[in-house]
């Protein structure tokens, strides 16, 4: 008897320290922010990455819809952001948000492009900590010169 609930003790330890020891390594979030040059509503050829847009990664309770996670990130020189994620978001909506352009001629939300749903859990059948969230972007004011002749070569043709 004396057996039994030593094993049981030490059963339940085991499940108390795993749970309150913090994760082993976070999630890094990789993904970029474009300036949308052609208004064109996606990437193209002319499209430019933004140095310096802000973004932040929301995370939501799935029931009540309650902000339960927030981080923010910045772009590199390469419009490029690198966010580390520390829990696993298994039971909460994540998205990658835009926040802010430092381009003043190209801070206007793209619709549709503005953010980017993530898996942030180790429950999912990923191996890697590394995620990937897809490109948002801005629309500049005014479409730049050249622009009509690149969407045309978009355009499908009905031959």
């Known amino acids: 008897m004396a057996k039994l609930l030593m094993s049981i003790a030490l059963c339940l330890l085991l499940v108390y320290v795993s749970e309150a020891r ?6 890094v979030l990789h993904g970029r922010v474009y300036c949308d040059t052609c208004r064109a509503g996606f990437e193209t050829s002319a ?17 009540s819809l309650q ?3 927030s981080v923010e990130g910045v772009t590199d020189s390469t419009g490029t952001y690198k966010i580390s994620i520390a829990d696993d978001h298994g039971d909460q ?9 430092p381009q003043p001629d190209c801070a206007k ?5 503005d953010r ?9 059948g990923l191996v890697s900590d590394t995620r990937f969230a897809n490109a948002m972007g801005f629309m500049k004011d005014e479409p730049a010169s050249g622009c009509t002749q690149l969407l045309k070569q978009y355009q499908e043709s009905d031959d």
């Not at 998205?95 to 352009?101: E, G, R, T, Y």
């Not at 980017?116 to 999912?124: F, I």
């Open 67 to 69: 902000l339960v996670y």
């Open 116 to 124: 980017s749903r993530l898996s942030l859990t180790r429950s999912n």
């Open 109 to 113: 939300v793209d619709p549709g492009r």
């Open 47 to 63: 499209t430019t990455y933004i140095a310096g847009a802000r973004v932040r990664i929301e995370c939501k309770d799935r029931n």
């Open 93 to 101: 909506m994540c998205d990658a948000v835009l926040v802010k352009s």
């Open 22 to 27: 913090p994760m082993r390594k976070p999630f």
